[in-house]
């Protein structure tokens, strides 16, 4: 089985910074793409960033310039560095990974709190 465990949420203020990590940890052979997503409440999940397992970065609009995604391989991690955070920022991240064992799979994580506090 595969497991992604995520850590570095809490509450910030407006114009702080966090940095998200999620690990993958089980059995497989390779992980593809990861993502980072995040729900706000009463709102609909919304993709923030990914990268491709050969490095290509893609971002939501509304976090172009201020976020930026990154994976260690060696390390099975993706990480989401948050820079000058808003109130709207405000949600539950979730890290996606599509990961090979006998296939390729979508595993989620349990999500992590970000508050940006105005």
């Known amino acids: 089985q595969v497991q992604l465990v995520e850590s570095g949420g809490g509450l910030v203020q407006a114009g702080g910074s966090l940095r998200l990590s999620c690990r993958a940890s089980?059995?497989?052979?390779?992980?593809?793409?990861m993502k980072w997503y995040r729900q706000a409440p009463g709102k609909q999940r919304e993709l923030v960033a990914g990268i491709t397992s050969g490095g290509s970065t893609n971002y939501g609009d509304s976090v172009k310039g201020r976020f930026t995604i990154s994976r260690d391989n060696a390390k099975d991690t993706v990480y989401l560095q948050m820079n000058s955070l808003k109130p709207e920022d405000t949600g539950v991240y979730y890290c996606?990974?599509?990961?090979?064992?006998?296939?390729?799979?979508?595993?989620w994580g349990q999500g992590t709190q970000v508050t940006v506090s105005s």
């Open positions: 089980g059995s497989f052979f390779s992980i593809n793409d």
């Open positions: 996606n990974m599509v990961v090979r064992r006998f296939k390729a799979s979508d595993y």
